[in-house]
């Protein structure tokens, strides 16, 4: 069952078929028969739920009620909304609610519930793209990794956790799911299961990754995890399969521990195993493989992250840098570029601006 709506409740009384909560959910039973992610589903929950009580407080709660207007000042207020901190939605999050929004009414218009779709034009915010706002070298990574307490009862399943998100890459959720039998020590090889847009993809994992969840496996596992035993790799402290916020604050926490002067959590992992993968010379085409992009633009987003090869370039051709090398001496300095170095460079920055281009 889906988890409680943080909004719907309010609107309880009302039982007309042609309301926009008893429409919103027949929609969501809908994308659960196309067979969507249980996550997309709870997001897209989410999302309607808090179109549906903003518009019942301005006395909107029949869909065909819903004018372009009405969407054109909901968006409006999400863009003037701010959260606890007082920060504003991230323009993705923005672009997000209204994206489920046009597929909402969309999928009354097609269905003969409203007549015509009032989301059918309606522009959605440009949204930025960012590079990752941390990427860890190899070192932070080791001193956020050495904050583990080995001493500490569940030290050996924290270290097991960081060594799997620095070798893997894996999103959170998926490392939550992971099971006992989808390890295979003897290939090197990890199956994930179910992942984003519920595709399954088999990836490596490194020598060291699989001894530490090993060990974890074989020497603490077992005094923790309850019965009956869903054969996940990783359990809570109080031995159920782990909540994916309570994992995030449990990594964070290691990072701030690690004193490396950066914040970040799992996806901090994620974006530092791609772009150290890239500049130790990975095709961004495996990258994306093991990262399990759909697009490989979103991949792309890594070209942007590495410098090694950008820096090497640099250093041949800037003049600065043709001066300086004069004094350096020759077994200090970095290899020198190729041309073919160059030109990869500027075929993945090339091929990233189409990607950015085409989304536009």
Same mark, same amino acid.
């Given at each position: 069952? *889906?988890?409680?709506? =943080? ?9 007309? =078929? ?113 590079? =990752? ?19 500490? =009862? ?6 097991? +956790? ?40 088999? +990836? ?37 399969? *782990? ?6 604050? *449990? ?21 530092? *195993? ?32 590495? +410098?090694?090869?950008?820096?090497? +370039? ?47």
């Amino acid at each position: 069952a *889906m988890q409680s709506s =943080p909004y719907r409740w309010k609107l309880k009384a009302d039982k007309s =078929p042609d309301s926009l909560s008893i429409l919103a959910v027949a929609f969501l039973e809908a994308e659960r028969v196309k067979n969507l992610s249980p996550r997309t589903i709870e997001h897209h929950d989410f999302d309607l739920d808090r179109f549906i009580a903003w518009a019942a407080e301005r006395g909107v709660t029949m869909a065909a009620q819903v004018t372009r207007g009405s969407l054109v000042s909901y968006q409006r207020w999400l863009f003037y909304y701010r959260k606890k901190g007082g920060q504003p939605l991230a323009f993705s999050s923005q672009s997000h609610a209204l994206v489920t929004l046009r597929g909402f009414f969309r999928w009354l218009s097609r269905s003969g519930l409203i007549d015509g779709n009032p989301a059918a034009d309606l522009d959605l915010p440009k949204v930025e793209q960012r590079l =990752p706002k941390h990427v860890l070298s190899v070192a932070e990574v080791e001193a956020v990794i050495a904050a583990v307490d080995l001493d500490e =009862p569940l030290g050996l399943r924290d270290r097991a +956790i960081l060594e799997v998100l620095y070798s893997t890459g894996m999103r959170r959720h998926e490392l939550a799911s992971l099971k006992i039998t989808d390890l295979d020590d003897d290939r090197g090889v990890v199956t994930v299961r179910q992942g984003k847009g519920k595709r399954d993809r088999v +990836i490596p994992i490194g020598d060291r990754a699989c001894a530490w969840v090993k060990k974890w496996i074989v020497e603490s596992r077992f005094q923790w995890v309850t019965e009956p035993d869903d054969g996940f790799v990783f359990v809570s402290n109080d031995g159920t399969p *782990m909540g994916l916020g309570w994992l995030s604050r *449990m990594v964070a926490a290691y990072v701030d521990k690690g004193e490396i002067g950066k914040r970040g959590s799992c996806h901090l992992f994620r974006h530092t *195993m791609a772009t150290l993968l890239l500049e130790g010379g990975a095709d961004v085409r495996f990258i994306q493989e093991i990262l399990g992009h759909a697009s490989a633009a979103t991949t792309q987003i890594y070209t942007r992250v590495s +410098i090694r090869q950008l820096k090497a +370039i640099h250093a041949m051709a800037h003049p600065a840098h043709l001066e300086k090398s004069k004094a350096v001496d020759v077994d200090e300095a970095p290899p020198p570029a190729t041309r073919e170095d160059l030109l990869q460079v500027l075929d993945r920055e090339a091929a990233a601006e189409e990607q950015l281009e085409m989304a536009e």
